[in-house]
């Protein structure tokens, strides 16, 4: 079977699969295209306490993710997320960018396209410098004992390895109530190939955090010292897997057909406006 091969006209073009991405073309009712889906991390807590510019309620419990799968659904309804498919091969000629799946090849000329995501997309100008900022690491680990207690977040303010730790219920059994937990770093290159920053080490910290937070291992008997009080066994975390997320930032050298969009959250937030067409229609009716 040949491939089917479409050409849209397109102004500007939004291009990345990630939350400030998804925001940038809400607020500008622009269409967004990816090489992949890029849903931010499970627990992240949104960082902005107002989105009421696209009719949403947020609380101090409202995640990056809730928003993210919120604003993809929303700008799918209204037509504006140009990819069908979760893998694309994304390729610019000129004024063209080439959208191809396994199914089909699309072509969209353009004016600009917006781009948040540069990874996977061929045609770019030449890079002129790349920042090396810390890598995100995720240390998922199962608690074998102390998984029961009222505790969702601890945080060391001082310190990026093993800055935050996350309990969740466990997936590993249907009771509810006992937690395992996921701890958040932030390590350089170096820190990432050196011992002390590895997954062993993170485990002692995260038993330390958790012994200092007052959380004790399963409950083993009465004490027989003190009456009306029990002992307890120590805290057992056991390292289950470790993601790490580079966080590289590339700069091109200018070309008027392309704009490379480096800002926040918060800053695509404040400067955003209100949508006045379809996309504002769902938004306030959905």
């Known amino acids: 079977m040949s491939r089917k091969e479409l050409i849209?006209?397109?102004?500007?073009?939004v291009v990345g699969g990630c939350l400030r991405s998804l925001l940038y073309a809400s607020f500008r009712e622009l269409p967004v295209v990816f090489?992949?889906?890029s849903p931010p991390f499970r627990f992240d807590l949104f960082p902005c306490k107002d989105l009421?510019?696209?009719s949403i309620d947020l609380n101090e419990a409202t995640t990056s993710r809730e928003i993210w799968e919120r604003l993809i659904f929303l700008l799918g309804l209204s037509g504006l997320v140009l990819t069908s498919s979760t893998e694309n091969n994304?390729?610019?000629?000129?004024?063209?960018?080439?959208?191809?799946?396994?199914?089909?090849?699309?072509?969209y000329s353009f004016n600009k396209l917006v781009i948040f995501d540069d990874k996977e997309i061929k045609g770019l100008p030449r890079i002129t410098k790349e920042e090396k900022e810390t890598s995100r690491v995720i240390d998922w680990v199962n608690v074998r004992s102390g998984c029961g207690h009222s505790?969702?977040?601890?945080?060391?303010?001082?310190?990026?390895?093993i800055k935050e730790i996350i309990f969740y219920p466990s997936e590993r059994t249907d009771n509810n109530i006992w937690k395992d937990l996921v701890a958040i770093s932030y390590l350089t290159d170096e820190q990432l190939k050196d011992f002390d920053y590895s997954d062993t080490m993170a485990k002692f910290k995260i038993i330390k955090m958790m012994k200092e937070a007052g959380i004790r291992g399963a409950r083993n008997g009465r004490d027989q010292?003190?009456?009306g009080y029990y002992k307890y066994y120590a805290v057992k975390v056991e390292p289950a897997e470790r993601e790490v997320y580079p966080n590289n930032i590339r700069y091109?050298?200018?070309?008027?057909?392309?704009?490379?969009?480096y800002d926040s959250v918060e800053d695509i937030i404040s400067n955003g406006e209100k949508p006045i067409g379809y996309l504002a229609k769902l938004c306030e009716g959905l």
């Open 252 to 261: 091109y050298e200018e070309d008027e057909r392309f704009e490379f969009c």
């Open 52 to 54: 009421s510019k696209l």
């Open 151 to 161: 505790i969702d977040r601890l945080e060391d303010d001082g310190d990026d390895f």
């Open 90 to 107: 994304l390729r610019v000629a000129d004024r063209t960018l080439i959208v191809a799946s396994n199914s089909s090849s699309v072509k």
């Open 225 to 227: 010292k003190r009456p």
């Open 8 to 13: 849209f006209e397109k102004d500007k073009i």
């Open 35 to 37: 090489s992949s889906p």
